[in-house]
């Protein structure tokens, strides 16, 4: 019990080590979650007319987490507008292989998936929605954050 306690604090320490400035104006983050030995975060940054979006994962375990992929995408991010419309989706209009695939994390390892995405013309509240796309542990996870009026 001792060691994972260990391994969840160091997965934790290099997760935060890996992360932006969270103090930067704009930015966002969702609290972090953990499912099958994973702790996982939502971070949005809010730049001019940018948004930037950052999921990160790690394996807080002593054993390596397999993530399985029933094609070749392994994350979405999404924006939705307080109506809950969606305003962007990071995958539309991409095209993704049709063949299983996975991921191994490996004990205390950390992975991140990012995208970004031009918000000119938009301002306001808005939720961000990230998603690790992975059949045999799926994750979720929403935050909100606000594009200043330029």
Known sequence: MRRLVWMVAGGLLVLACARPDAGETGDAASGTGSGDGLVHS?????????????????????????????????????????????????SDGQFF????????????????????????GQSGAHEAIGRVTSSSTPIELRTEFEIPVR
């Open 42 to 90: 939502l971070e949005v940054g809010v730049d001019a007319d940018t948004v930037r979006f950052t999921l990160y994962l790690t394996n807080a375990t002593d054993q390596a987490v397999v993530l399985q992929f029933p094609t070749a995408q392994r994350y979405d991010f999404e924006v939705r507008s307080p109506g809950g419309d969606r305003v962007w989706r990071w």
């Open 97 to 120: 292989a049709q063949m299983l695939g996975e991921e191994t994390l490996a004990a205390g390892e950390s992975v991140s998936y990012e995208a970004s995405w031009s918000a000119s």
